[in-house]
């Protein structure tokens, strides 16, 4: 695996927020992921104003894929294990008020699926797709990353870390095809908060921000997390982040792609 420093990064900006997603225990899992892949996703697809909605499906045997680290939790919580997350990418800062008929549909079939629901938003360019593939390489396999801010840091200190010496270690690898990150503000329920469906989120439990990263294959992710550059990188996080959960994701699903709503979603 190269280590070697990696040159400048292309970076499109965007104003992206996730929508963290758990879906009911009173059925299969499989039922709800299905609902949500299928009927949900109409809905949120038909949504004025979006420049892409992406579906993350994670795997449901999820313990924690960050290497144990002293003094920061890796080991994901079987209580708090996310089932999948919403990814939504807006046209402008405006674009909330255009879709605003639409959400609330949305709102009313959250209980369909879902028993509890968390929306991270970040300030426009606050999400970072970076330029890491080279022409006609393909994403087969991912994994997502969830980072909470240690109490006592510095927030703009953990934002800077976040999008300049994770980011370029994370591209020195050389192994991924795919990294997005996401910085988030603040958590205020009211942006989120559906009928009938919990949004229950301590402060003790909240993320500040999120990075996706796609491989070629299972193997490149496997090597990637067991490699010493990350074992650097948890060592470097430690004053910053008092969590670090990592995710397999088993499908990550486009319905809105540059704008426009697919035929058929793209996996």
Do not use: C
Request: proline share 6%.
């Amino acid at each position: 695996m190269s280590t070697s420093p990696t040159t400048r990064l292309g970076v499109r900006k965007h104003f992206s927020s996730s929508i963290l997603l758990w879906v009911r225990t009173d059925q299969p899992r499989q039922t709800g992921m299905d609902y949500w892949k299928g009927p949900h996703s109409g809905i949120i697809s038909a949504t004025p104003g979006m420049e892409e909605y992406r579906q993350i499906h994670l795997a449901e045997d999820n313990p924690g894929r960050w290497p144990s680290t002293e003094r920061v939790e890796t080991t994901i919580p079987a209580d708090r294990k996310i089932d999948g997350i919403a990814e939504v990418t807006l046209q402008s800062a405006l674009s909330p008020l255009k879709g605003r008929k639409q959400t609330a549909l949305a709102y009313k079939d959250e209980i369909n699926v879902f028993r509890r629901t968390l929306l991270y938003g970040g300030l426009p360019n606050a999400s970072r797709w970076y330029d890491v593939a080279a022409p006609g390489e393909v994403v087969g396999s991912r994994a997502v990353i969830y980072l909470r801010r240690r109490d006592g840091a510095s927030a703009g200190e953990f934002r800077r870390f976040v999008n300049k010496q994770l980011v370029s270690s994370m591209a020195a690898t050389g192994v991924l095809k795919e990294l997005r990150t996401q910085t988030f503000m603040p958590w205020n329920k009211k942006l989120w908060d559906t009928p009938d469906v919990a949004h229950d989120n301590p402060k003790d439990q909240r993320f500040h921000a999120s990075v996706i990263l796609g491989f070629a294959d299972d193997a490149a992710r496997d090597a990637f997390f067991s490699s010493r550059a990350v074992k650097d990188l948890s060592e470097q996080l430690t004053p910053l982040a008092s969590a670090i959960h990592a995710y397999d994701v088993t499908a990550a699903l486009t319905y809105v792609k540059d704008g426009h709503v697919l035929p058929h979603y793209e996996d």
